[in-house]
């Protein structure tokens, strides 16, 4: 008799994308509302793709570089790690000349958007005293991907009803 796995709690993200390079319409529009998330290029937030994010895990879905940067929607993680392609394209502004075809440096996952919500932006994200760890909110942050706290995705979801 074998032993079963115990199951790994639910873990959450917040996954940033510029809503002119990909938005919460565009992957709601996309084949089963499921885009690759290309162009991460940050070896922290590639790490968390790599060796901790699995699928079906909730993905706070953030527009940035806008001008009203916040959660714009829900999504899950909707495949494990391939390599991103766009590193070998010299035509795509996430091209990495120093990426070897052998050894590819950058990963890319599958995300699947589940619905678009409300903006909650980050003054609204600031108020809530549940949310003041929050790695967002955090002076000099700036990494494309973080992990949520299953307190802060609590209080999100409640935030959005």
Partial sequence: ????ATPRPARYWL????????????ALAAPNAT???????????????RDDMQVGDGV???HSSCPEPGIAGLARVASGTRTDP?????????????????KPRWLLLDVQAQRKTRVVGLAELREHPD?????????GN?????????VEWAAIMEMLG
């Fill in 1 to 4: 008799m074998t032993a079963s």
């Fill in 15 to 26: 996954m940033k994308s510029e809503p002119e390079e990909c938005s919460i319409d565009d």
């Fill in 35 to 49: 885009v690759p998330w290309t162009g991460v290029r940050n070896y922290q937030a590639r790490n968390f793709m």
């Fill in 60 to 62: 706070l879905f953030y």
């Fill in 86 to 102: 766009t590193q070998f394209d010299p035509a795509s502004p996430y091209y990495d000349p120093k990426s070897p075809a052998d």
């Fill in 131 to 139: 949310l003041a760890q929050m790695r967002v909110l955090q002076r």
């Fill in 142 to 150: 700036r990494l494309s991907i973080t992990p949520v706290e299953p």
